[in-house]
Nanobody, 123 residues
């Protein structure tokens, strides 16, 4: 499966942004999907994950209550809706997929990666 992340940009603190992860090349509904982010000089960190059906989601504590992950399998797309953005949310955001049931939270568990989209939150 090929993934393409989009929707990044510059947003003010307190604002909202929606990222999209479009998939092609395979039966996307068979894949669990995760969002990760990497800030300059920092390790890649888990943000959110969703199972193949959309019925199970999991969030990092740092984004819980502010971010929502969802998917539309008919459109082969996973979304990350971000609200109440903070400067510390500034990072390159990556989507990733793995053929599995349930959710996965460690980046090494994912097999397919998109190219990343930069989100910059200004204070």
């Amino acid at each position: 499966v090929q993934l393409q992340a989009s929707g990044g940009g510059l947003v003010q603190a307190g604002g909202s942004q929606r990222l999209s992860c479009a998939a092609s090349g395979s039966t996307f509904s068979n894949y669990a999907v995760g969002w990760f982010r990497q800030a300059p000089g920092k390790e890649r960190e888990f943000v959110a994950a969703i199972d193949w059906s959309g019925g199970v989601t999991y969030y990092a504590d740092s984004v819980k209550g502010r971010f929502t992950i969802s998917r539309d399998n008919a459109k082969n797309t996973v979304y990350l809706q971000m609200h109440s953005l903070k400067p510390e949310d500034t990072a390159v955001y990556y989507c990733a997929a793995v053929l599995t049931y349930g959710v996965r939270i460690h980046y090494r568990e994912y097999d397919y990666w998109g190219q990343g989209t930069l989100v910059t939150v200004s204070s």
